[in-house]
């Protein structure tokens, strides 16, 4: 999620991913092109860790609604697949608020492609960030503009993510990869665990991701480590700069044989 109000400024790392936010009415319409740097390793289909970034960002920015100026931090996102990812063309997704409680808020996303077809649904619940001197911009506002960087190399390359073995992958902590309160943004931390779990699985892409931001990643780098059994995973995602504690778990399950399924 970005603090920028600036049209020109740049959003950041995952500024360059190209999605654009709008208001309508109550819900927030977000809108982006797929290009191959954005697609799993191996696969013509776009990365589900791209789909929890945009799902993040889209329900991150109608938290703050009700936050201002507090800052939101993702407490749990998921996403979830009907079917591989396209590898070009256009997502939309369109996030709605479902439920406003005193300590959580929760939205929900439909993304579509090709028009209108639907494509997954997200969820994400947040809470105000614990300190209390983390607050957003006097004229923060949730309508971003598409930003002129656009990613040029493969997203895992761009964010500096490595796999270092089957099941485990690595993230470094970027300046132009941290979030309105400094840590390491969300949407990354769905990207390694991701890398984390498709290093197990070759050639397949993930159905679904689910995540539970347990604390902040402040240090870096964050360290994924994962198990797969018949296209189930689990990972466990630690900040290895600050003690290895644990910083979150994801849940994971693959499409078998990705490359084989028809893009649309």
């Known amino acids: 999620m970005t603090t920028s109000t600036d049209p020109q400024a740049s959003q950041g790392m995952l500024g360059e991913l190209g999605f654009a936010t709008r208001r309508v009415g109550e819900d927030l319409h977000g809108t982006a092109s797929v290009t191959p740097a954005m697609h799993a390793p191996g696969t013509p289909h776009l990365r589900t860790s791209i789909l929890a970034a945009w799902a ?14 507090r800052v939101p931090v993702t407490l749990e996102l998921d996403v979830q697949l009907y079917r591989p990812a396209p590898a ?10 479902v439920k406003v409680g005193r300590s959580v808020f929760v939205a929900g996303v439909e993304f579509t492609s ?12 947040f809470m105000m960030a614990p300190d209390p001197g983390i607050t957003l911009p006097t004229a923060f506002d949730v309508e971003l503009p598409l930003q002129r960087e656009r990613l040029v190399k493969p997203f895992a390359e761009r964010a500096g993510c490595t796999r270092r073995g089957p099941g485990v992958a690595v993230l ?15 949407g990354l931390i769905a990207l390694v665990a991701e890398e984390a779990a498709l290093s197990l699985a070759p050639g397949d892409t993930l159905c679904s991701l689910g995540l539970r ?5 402040r240090v870096g780098p964050v360290v994924a480590t994962a198990r797969l059994r018949d296209g189930l995973g689990q990972v466990e995602l630690r900040d290895a700069g600050n003690g290895d504690r644990l910083t979150g778990i994801a849940t994971a399950r693959t499409f078998h044989g990705a490359r084989r399924t ?3």
């Open 114 to 125: 090709a028009g209108a077809e639907p494509l997954a649904i997200a969820h994400a619940s």
């Open 56 to 69: 993040d960002t889209l329900t991150g920015l109608l938290a703050t609604q009700v936050t201002a100026p």
């Open 172 to 186: 470094p902590r970027s300046e132009d990869g941290l979030n309105a309160s400094g840590t390491i943004n969300g």
């Open 262 to 264: 028809r893009s649309r």
């Open 213 to 217: 931001y347990l604390q902040p990643a």
């Open 88 to 97: 070009n063309g256009t997502v939309d997704g369109i996030a709605r608020v």
